[in-house]
Each structure stands twice: as C-alpha cells, then as structure tokens.
Nanobody
C-alpha cells in the first residue's frame, strides 16, 4: 500500500518561507513522477509543481515560478517543496501526489494524472 505523508505546513508572514516535505512509503519511489498541488477554500485543486522520476525535469505554475523549488531525494523516498517570498494568495492546503509511470522523462500537471495522494498540509500566510 502506497502512502504519502506531508509535513512542514504552518503559519507564516507574507514574504516568509516554508519547506514542505512528503515521505512516500510502499511501492518503488523511483518509479513515481511527483507533484505538488494546492487547494484553497471554494477553489479547485490547482497545480503547483511537478518533476520527473529522476528529478531532472521540473515544472512550475506561473504563479510560483521563481519563488518555489521542488526537489526529490530518491534515497530517502522524499519530495520537498521550498516556498519563498510567500504571499497571502499562496495560502491553501498543499498536497503531494505520485504518479506511476514507465517514462523517465515525463511529469504531470493535472490531478487526474496522479495515482496516490497525501492527506495535505495547511499553509497560512498572514499579510
């Protein structure tokens, strides 16, 4: 059984930073393309960042480019999201997700493309 557990959320002032982590257990972590999504109250879940199985290719939503960085450690079954220069509009529940893929060069930006999800971690940004 594959499980994803996020951590690192919390309350931060605008302009501050947070680092989210997601530990994946079960399955083979290196077989998963990974992604981060977020969902604010009353809004749909939206893409934040994604990366290929090796981490060699990454993509970001335009709203977070230059401020967020995604990385993974295949030895530790962990994917991280470093969030800098946080804005009030970044406030949401953040989810990590895993997609089983045989393609080493593919990443995904739509929620339906992911097979497993974490429970989410709340990020609150005060202005």
């Amino acid at each position: 059984q594959v499980q994803l557990v996020e951590s690192g959320g919390g309350l931060v002032q605008a302009g501050g930073s947070l680092r989210l982590s997601c530990v994946v257990s079960g399955g083979s972590f290196s077989d998963y393309a990974m992604g981060w999504f977020r969902q604010a109250p009353g809004k749909e879940r939206e893409f934040v960042a994604a990366m290929t199985r090796s981490g060699g290719t990454r993509d970001y939503a335009d709203s977070v480019k230059g401020r967020f960085t995604v990385d993974r450690d295949n030895a530790k079954n962990t994917v991280n999201l470093q969030m800098n220069s946080l804005k009030p509009e970044d406030a949401a529940v953040y989810y990590c997700a895993a997609s089983i893929t045989s393609s080493v060069g593919t990443y995904y930006t739509r929620p339906v493309q992911y097979d497993y999800w974490g429970q989410g971690t709340q990020v609150t940004v005060s202005s």
